[in-house]
């Protein structure tokens, strides 16, 4: 499969608990992105990280990049009911497209 | 979703029908993109077009086709040669692959 890899498959905590997601793929990438789906709509993007950077930062989400592992890590903080949601990473190989991953499921118990 | 609309939200196709999803954006990008997507799985690419007049299959693009004659719509065709249609299909668009836009969505269900 050319997909990313996302784990946990799905997440559950309480509000104001903090939220990690992890992604890994399988070759040399020009950047990996974020994206979060709420129920039966389209995605919107999160963040972006390039090949180049090790962490990244965007209100209370944290990114992280491993270039040597080829995994990448989102870090929400301090979650709110209203970020339960699929979260999906996705690779720019340099083919002019992304390559999405399987996501991560998280609940977010008020 | 602002910038980007699909239409319909619901579609419902019989066996053997080509059906035909509608996406239109205003947001000015040369790059559109169609994804499927089944229940509990991320999204895999069906067709990409980069500019007018010329498109690229994805992953996915047997029992699909795509045209793109105006920058604004991509619209895609579901045929009959595709014997699993029945999914979550979304389209998106970008200017570069730094950021793409994505519609509310189609869901098409075949009877």
């Given amino acids: ?27 040399s990438i020009n950047n990996l992105q974020w994206y979060r789906q709420n129920s039966g709509r389209g995605l919107v993007h999160l963040i972006l990280i390039r090949s180049n950077e090790r962490e990244k930062h965007s209100g209370r989400l944290r990114v992280t990049l491993d270039t040597s592992k080829k995994s990448s890590s989102l870090l929400i903080t301090a979650s709110r009911a209203a970020d339960t949601a699929s979260y999906f990473c996705a690779t720019d190989w340099g083919l002019n497209k992304l390559v999405f991953g399987a996501g ?3 609940r977010v118990k008020s | 979703d602002g910038g980007i609309t699909q239409s319909p939200k619901y579609l419902f196709r019989k066996e053997g029908q080509n059906v035909t999803l509608s996406c239109e954006q205003n947001l000015n990008h040369d790059a ?17 077009s980069q500019i007018v007049n010329d498109f690229q299959k994805g992953d996915i693009a047997e029992g699909y086709s795509v045209s793109r004659e105006k920058k604004e719509s991509f619209p895609l065709t579901v045929t009959s040669a595709q014997k699993n249609p029945t999914a979550f299909y979304l389209c998106a668009s970008g200017q570069g692959v730094d950021e793409q836009f994505f519609g509310p969505g189609t869901r098409l269900t075949v009877l």
């Fill in chain 1, 1 to 27: 499969s050319q997909q990313g890899e996302e784990d946990p498959q799905a997440l559950s905590i309480q509000e104001g608990e903090n939220a990690t997601m992890n992604c890994s793929y399988k070759t």
């Fill in chain 1, 104 to 106: 991560t499921i998280l």
């Fill in chain 2, 32 to 48: 559109m993109y169609w994804y499927r997507q089944d229940p509990g799985q991320g999204l895999r690419l069906i067709y990409y």
